[in-house]
């Protein structure tokens, strides 16, 4: 009788899904805007972060790096530190997504390129550790609002008093 219920315990244990397994391949993390700019201009970048399985994540924190010679104007919502580098996510519900825009203007020598570096830090309800998973954009300042031309005879004569 013991063996049946043993073999029965495990056959459920292999045969029966579990719909409470986490996954961190289903956890989505992007960053889309605009990949060239022009040097001292607005852009905007939309970060989304989604979970496709059935386990909440708690303790989500977003932390962003940016790019060299960005400036950071605006966040929806707004960031939790004077940096503006980090928003406190608490819990990201099963099957829920979720997104901040920043706003800022970028600086930089043409066609350098430089990366956004996002990292979204959470512990799945069923988990008793943090993870992270990490997203880049890399983007380039690929023209110049400003241009330099020289003009001038194409030549000269020496003593020429002109």
Wanted: aromatic residues 10%; glycine residues 10%; proline residues 4%.
């Amino acid at each position: 009788m013991g063996g049946l219920l043993a073999a029965a315990a495990w056959a459920g244990f292999f045969f029966m899904p579990n719909n409470k397994k986490f996954s961190e391949g289903q956890i989505n993390l992007n960053i889309d805007g605009p990949k060239s700019v022009i040097s001292g201009t607005t852009a905007t970048y939309k970060i989304s972060f989604e979970n496709n399985q059935s386990v909440a994540l708690k303790k989500a924190t977003l932390n962003v790096r940016y790019p060299e010679g960005f400036v950071f104007l605006s966040s929806t919502p707004d960031a939790k530190n004077s940096g503006h580098t980090e928003w406190q996510l608490n819990e990201i519900g099963a099957r829920k997504k979720k997104e901040i825009i920043i706003t800022g203007l970028t600086y930089g020598s043409l066609n350098q390129k430089q990366s956004w570096r996002v990292f979204l830090t959470y512990q799945p309800e069923n988990f008793g550790s943090e993870l992270q998973k990490a997203s880049i954009l890399d983007v380039a300042v690929t023209k110049s609002p400003f241009s330099l031309a020289i003009n001038g005879p194409s030549k000269t004569i020496i003593g020429n008093g002109s």
